[in-house]
């Protein structure tokens, strides 16, 4: 292809898609701003390819957008760099704060404050019961926000500075002092308007009935009915983006409006009016995230440009969706559900366009017009280019989103695909009988039979992802997996703790649910363990109650129950890479009926190097075993109140370099020689134990060193990837 056939297509593509450009130049200029500066050069390369067909007016407004994203910015860097430091700088100073309510979680506020507009997570008091729209006065302390302390867990300093927030406020009492300012008491409108319609679905189902909860998840967005183990099929399956309000949802919503409309004798202009505004109020009582924003504008400009006969190219409106939301809170760069959106769209615009443009693979002849093509031989062409389009645009779907989950959660879907395309179905008519049941809640018996309609597509959904997240490897980790020689210590709340021992290996204690849930399950995945036995040497429930949740996460793990092994003879699991486990039961003669006398001892040798695990075991069972058993490079001790371990020389006898405290520290620990390290897990919430060739090592984990900087010296980077809860 000759030269300037090139530069006519490359000018036909600025004349027909010039908001891209600026689109382009907006994030570049958006990074440059976030500390890397290095992307202005790429926003000037931006600017210069209208240039290159001679279209100044675009290039012009190119650096416009370079310029005022870097300066746009940098303006909120420092604003959160300032709000910052000016609350932290006397930490110990108790601050009164005083604003409009926004958001509501269970036992934290977010309050924009009246005199800077500064944006503050208020961990409120009992006594407190702020609701969004209000206003309200606290008095507490400002605190820092903690970084994640365990592998795969929640970043929730990264997500609130990408919603603007750059401290927490530890308030001790609170007074309600009037109403909000208008965005609070509009957010309270929606947030009123989104409970009423959630008890219209709910009148003719049980609330706790999970189809009914699919349902006003699926349609509103509203997550805080489902419960855990229904969220973790979902995710595991990779259709929990179905409950996020999102272009799918608004498009369907557009669509059935559209069609409900045509049907009443109103102009096709009017008509499409009223679909807009129709569809602007369900993307208000949704809450308007940003996924649903951006589909509404695409789908207003869409249906403005139907209106004046212009023709819209795709790209064009959702780089002006990118330019508007931008421009009103650039941080949104930064959040998973902005990438996904935008980019998962700019797939599907792509891969359709690509497909188009090829030939069918089933063709009766290519000398043949499609004109004079038999009824059968459309009908073979039309689904044969249907499902080669269904089926390219889920891949492409698929292959966008693995590095955008991979880096904000560490995991991949493999499923995802078949998830989409066999849930897909059945959402229309899912949200298009909820509509129904709500427009029709004026006819009881009809608005019933809507409702019971809808719940079946919803029971369905619940069934293909229950049907996916069981199939082996449903969620991957990203990175390679730990090595067999590597272990991990991780603290868990209510004084409990869990340790992963090779891998694959053996995986002592597990914390409660929650603990479970948010705690191991995320730090496993992440880290690429595979447990095959588990182990609970914490007998109480509040310390175990988490052992269901592992064997739904992994139904393979086998559990040893320590109470059925004899104290004469131990128990010996070998692996070819993870090594040699030899557990030592506790000794029925010193028998006390004290949950923490019954802890096994734990021996893992591997490449050559011992780890012994003592966990809470009294000191007299320690005494009873036999003297090979004893010696190892890496002991991990635990706390018994009434027969600690008290004895230095026993501790000196193992020839440990390095012992890993899980609870409080024992006095014995201060006889020993300097030599001997000694790391707290309470002090730094998870440990990373490799048990290599050379010499073990105990570090601990890169980002849980508590009391570091949570801003680095300059406001450069503040905003990085984060994620979303």
Known sequence: MSIPTNLEAFRKTVLTRPLLFAALALVTGIMAGNGSRGWIAAGLLISFFPIAVSQWRLAILCLLCVLAGCLRMDSLQRQSAMSFTSRL?????????????????????????????????????????????EHWTFRGMAIPIDPPRTPGAFDRRSWLLSNGIACRFNAFEGSLSGKGHFKSRLLALSEK?????????????????????????????????????????????????????????????AAILFFFLYLLPIHPIKAKALSLILLAVYVFITGMPTSAVRAYIMIAFFVLGMCLRRETHPLNTLALAAIVILCVDPRQLFTPGFQLSFLIFGAIVLTAGLENRLRPWWNPDPFIPPRIYSATERFLVRQERNTRLILAVSFACWLVSIPITAVHFGTFNLYSTLANLLMAPFLAPLMGFSILSILMHWLPMASALFNACARVPAAILLSVSQWIAGQPNALMPWTNGASPSEAIVLALPGQAYCIALGNPGILINCGNEYAARQIVTPALRTCGFLPRYLILTQASLPLTGGRQALLQQWPDIQQLDISRMTDTKPVILRHKRSGCFTIYPAHKTFSTGIAADNTPTILWENHGKRLLF??????????????????????????NRHDPIDAPEWILRTGARDIVC?????????????????????????????????????????NNELGHEIFPPSTAGLYSLTTEP
Not at 110 to 131: A, G, M, Q, V, Y
């Open 89 to 133: 700088n006397n930490p110990d100073t108790i601050t009164s704060v005083t604003g409009s309510i926004t958001r509501i979680y269970t036992s934290t506020a977010w309050l924009e404050t009246d005199d800077n507009h500064e944006k503050l997570e208020i961990r409120f008091p009992e006594t407190s019961s702020p609701s969004i729209g």
């Open 193 to 253: 308007c989104r409970h009423a319609v959630a008890s219209i679905l709910s009148e003719h189902g049980a609330r706790k009935d999970i189809p009914t909860q699919i349902m006003i998840s699926v349609l509103l967005g509203d997550k805080t009915s489902l419960s855990n183990d229904v969220m973790d099929d979902f995710r595991t399956s990779g259709s929990l983006h179905i409950f996020a309000v999102s272009g799918l949802h608004v498009g369907l919503a």
């Open 662 to 702: 899980l609870g409080e520290r024992e006095p014995a620990f201060d006889l020993l020689p300097n030599s001997v390290r000694i790391h707290h897990l309470t002090s730094h919430n998870t440990l990373i134990i490799n048990m290599n060739h050379n010499s073990p090592s105990v570090t601990p984990w890169r």
């Open 614 to 639: 003592i966990g809470d075991a009294p000191m007299s069972n320690l005494l009873m075993l036999p003297e090979h058993s004893i010696h190892a490079d890496v002991i991990l001790i635990g706390r």
